[in-house]
């Protein structure tokens, strides 16, 4: 029997909403990011997962405890599951990283301008650093499952798309080209118990009618 893995991202904040970096600023969900965790929490419960883990962080939380009230569940909190750091980045948008920041921003637009090349920002964390702290917390969360449960982490857009290629042990290029995660879309990840490993099964599934853009952390 499977273990499955079922990795969420938080709902909507005003932030995402206006385009703005949040990295570890600690934004709540704003009224649509409220009705997303309300409207997957339900989906997500009928999966009948036996533990939620989430990010610290409250847009996150917020999320988790939507979906771990309707799954009977606490939320374990951790803070390895944090979105990237963005360090200067923190509060703006791209247009205002470069008109605040200009050095900074041609740094980081002639590196590819993505999450993933964030440590030409100040005070921004690495794709290595995201990943030393989050792979152990995933590979806990997985190897935590017994044969034929479901567990649910809920976290952050760029940093789960990140942790994600690796979990599944494909080479890092291969996140430039995922998608981001809409708010509260979800991947489920699983494992056969067999050599083949870990395998992907879904990717940005969304609870109906709550569809959103915005993949700023």
Not at 192 to 198: A, E, K, N
Request: glycine fraction near 12%.
């Amino acid at each position: 029997m499977t273990r499955t893995l079922v990795l969420l991202r938080h709902g909507r904040t005003a932030w995402n909403a206006e385009g703005r970096a949040q990295g570890h600023t600690d934004v709540p969900l704003d009224e649509v990011g409220r009705a997303q965790a309300a409207g997957v929490a339900p989906v997500i419960a009928a999966l009948a997962p036996v533990f939620v883990r989430s990010s610290d962080l409250a847009r996150a939380a917020e999320t988790a405890e939507a979906v771990a009230a309707a799954c009977g569940l606490p939320v374990v909190r951790d803070v390895r599951l944090r979105e990237y750091a963005v360090g200067e980045r923190a509060g703006l948008t791209i247009a205002e990283f470069a008109a605040k920041f200009p050095a900074a921003h041609a740094r980081w637009a002639a590196a590819g301008g993505s999450f993933e090349n964030a440590d030409s920002v100040a005070g921004a964390e690495s794709t290595a650093d995201v990943l030393a702290r989050m792979l152990p917390s995933l590979r806990s969360a997985m190897s935590s499952l017994a044969p034929g449960e479901t567990g649910v982490v809920v976290g952050h857009g760029a940093a789960l798309r990140v942790v994600l290629v690796a979990l599944l042990g494909w080479d890092g290029l291969a996140a430039a080209t995922l998608r981001g995660l809409d708010n509260c879309g979800w991947a489920t990840v699983e494992d056969s118990g067999t050599d083949g490993g870990l395998r992907l099964v879904a990717y940005n599934r969304l609870a109906p009618d709550f569809a959103s853009a915005g993949a700023v952390g």
